[in-house]
């Protein structure tokens, strides 16, 4: 079993839809936990980033984490074309290395 | 956020060439670096851990004399690619911790794409 579980997807949906991406993992002692975006053929870029369990809003992102049930979400609101990309959760206990689900590729249709 | 500058983005080399790529942070300083690897819809796969000044933490599988890391200082690191050959060709990635944030944040390069012939 491995540490973080990802659906591959691809997932699509069309414009403007709330999109909801997640990943569960199997380790109790992960804390910190990030969504990255990437583009094809480009860097992960940092979209959210959140210590322990709760909310934390920016713009049309929310990423929630629910460390009772090892569960982590990334909402789109308003989806936009321009979200198409793979989206990778990562996490970590502190100081060690992140470990990477395997991606989510979404796909918002015009 | 911190940028992290990637160099080259693309480069295609004979096999039994040796590729250097590049790794800077632009406005922070970077005591720790990390190099990834990444296969096509798979996702990354961390090779090894780089520290300013010291030698770099090689993940298990991967051959240290293969690839060569250098951290000569805080804004550069360097992944030499040894005689390469066509199983090297894949999607490399950097990235750095700014020292100044959370410790487990990391900021990624664009990548570079290796093909090897």
């Known amino acids: 079993q491995k540490e973080v579980e990802q659906d591959p997807g691809p997932l699509s949906v069309p414009e403007g839809a709330i999109v909801s991406l997640n990943c569960t993992y199997s380790?109790?002692?992960?804390?910190?936990f990030m969504w990255y975006r990437q583009y094809s053929r480009k860097g992960p870029e940092l979209l959210m980033y959140t210590y322990s369990s709760g909310n934390k809003e920016d713009g049309r992102f929310t990423a929630q984490v629910d460390k009772s049930s090892k569960y982590i979400s990334l909402f789109i609101r308003d989806s936009q074309p321009s979200d198409s990309a793979t989206y990778l959760c990562a996490m970590n206990t502190g100081f060690q290395k992140l470990v990477f689900g395997t991606g989510t590729r979404l796909l918002v249709s015009p | 956020g911190a940028v992290v500058s990637q160099h080259p983005s693309w480069v295609i080399c004979k096999s039994g060439t040796s590729v250097k790529i590049e790794c800077r942070s632009l406005?922070?300083?970077?005591?720790?670096m990390f190099w990834y690897r990444q296969f096509p819809k798979q996702s990354l796969m961390l090779m090894a851990t780089s520290n300013e000044g010291s030698k770099a933490t090689y993940e298990q599988g991967v051959e240290k004399d293969k690839f060569l890391i250098n951290h000569a200082s805080l804004t550069l690191s360097t992944l030499t690619v040894t005689s390469a050959h066509p199983e090297d060709s894949s999607f490399y990635i950097c990235?750095?911790?700014?020292?100044?944030?959370?410790?487990?944040?990391?900021?990624f390069g664009a990548g570079t794409r290796l093909s090897v012939l």
């Open positions: 990235s750095a911790r700014d020292f100044r944030e959370p410790k487990n944040i990391q900021y």
């Open positions: 406005d922070f300083q970077a005591t720790t």
């Open positions: 380790n109790s002692a992960f804390q910190y």
